[in-house]
């Protein structure tokens, strides 16, 4: 066979064998860069702040003289940022759930205008959190609010929202319609199908959404800068000005004191093993829930 | 419900009625054109021009694709068409970790790991001098944090790509790179653009991880070795004066009202063409 072949073809096929060797190689090395690369973000965050992660840090507010360098923790910080994290995981979800469920039992039949909702919730999910900043201060000064947690929760559950909204959405349109067509068949009303049966079968995906969500709030910097204020106390009630891990990093890091530098570091740890925690959560949860939901 | 979401579907409108609300007083004082285009930022004494920030965040925005772009079609086309199935596996939970880490971290990431690397190793190698503050190095960061979002658009885009499709070259003796080259990509092709238009309109509207390693100084940059600063970074740096200097806290606003129709136009544009792209792909 060989001998019927010309040498340009020869050398031409030989140069498209090195050529996808090549093509190979440097596809290999972007996925492999793009892994590294989070070694090295958690590898040198630890190394730069796990030196100053310590149990007074983790559990007393600031004292006297703290952006000096002396005393106390980043207490107010932590709880600050669950505080807000929670309560606009928690307004999000609440008001998130039924419009998935409404856009895929309701809605369902008007094809058009779900696939405009989802397109909205797309264009939404894409706005900057800055501008969300911007448009809640807008919104604040228009209602008359302060810089308080609860204008912090509100812009933060605006934010998250359309994330929200479409993770359960994702799952729900995934759901068999065998499912929805044998719930009817046994005389359920759409809500005892969306809220028994729909929520059940789509569980993993929900826990999955609450915990993305959560995530992208607590570390959300943008927009809290604008609508919590900043304070050195742990918030008793919704109309104060809260602190909040993301913001206290930034603070402490512009600061030219080293110890000051150090806290914000450490600050860095702790955000990061939140978000780490909540990552392995999510996962494990979807594979733990995945049992209940019916297969077809 | 059906209220709530009518007020859902609103709330582009809403938010860019909004800021064009409390940006107003500037307009109405000012020529749009010389907001646009002037150079020249004196809050003090009135004179408000966005140049030297639009311009700033185009810099960090596109040499941030430039280093995303190719990383993410390169790996995206690894791990859809020639690594196994173990390996897309393992990919995921870093790209889920990577998009799930928050922009602060980056920041500081950036400033321990990346404003080093550029100011003693990049720099020297292009003969350069800069602090390491600088476009380049705000670019890297951001580049890092686009990818896992490009990667996974990429990674649904070369999968819908119908399998007959691929089969067909094959059969006609192609091979696999050649397909993946004339054939894949080919199809591809308006699914990558929208996917990096998504990219690019998500990394204009980054604030905090940029603010902190690009520089923020008011200058236009001439090179990516220079300070720059971008628009988010202006909004965000400034909050705090915004209600003691005049027209101030109108300006800013204004400043996010140009951050949003930017973004909103390339989300549109994007998502339009990926909507357009699936439906003649099925």
Known sequence: MRRYLSKEYTFRRKIQVYEELFFRLIMLLASLLIALVLLQIVWSIFREGVGSV?????TNTPKGGFYFGKEGGILNAIIG???????????????GLPVALFMNTWLAPRKRLVNLVRFTLDLLWGIPS???????????IALGIKASLLAGIIVLALLILPIMIRAIDEGLKASPPGLTEATYALGATTSELSFSVLTRQCLPHILTAILLSFGRAIGDAASVLFTTGFTD???TSLGQPTASLPLAIFFQLSSPIPEVKERAYAAAVILTVIILIISILSRIFTNKYSRNTIKF | MSLWLILMLAMPVLIGGGLLWKSWSLLHDHALGELLLSTRWRPLSGEFGFAPFILSSLWVTLVSLLIAGPVCVLSAIHLTQYAPRIVLKVMQPVTDILAGIPSVIYGVWGIVAIVPLVSRNLAPLMGAETTGYSILSGAIVLAVMIIPFVLNILIEIFRSIPIELQEASLSLGASRWYTIKYVTLRKAL????????LGLSRAFGETIAVLMVVGNVTIIPRGVFQPGYPLPALIANNYGEMLSIPMYDSALMFGALILFVIVMVFNLAARLTIIRYEKVSQ
Do not use: D, K, Q, R
């Open chain 1, 54 to 58: 310590s149990w007074e840090m983790l």
């Open chain 1, 81 to 95: 940022s669950l505080y807000l994290g929670l309560g606009a995981t928690l307004l999000a979800f609440v008001t």
């Open chain 1, 130 to 140: 800055i501008v969300y900043g911007a448009f809640g201060f807008a919104l604040m």
């Open chain 1, 233 to 235: 106390n742990i918030p």
């Open chain 2, 190 to 197: 308006p699914g990558i653009v929208s996917a990096l238009g």
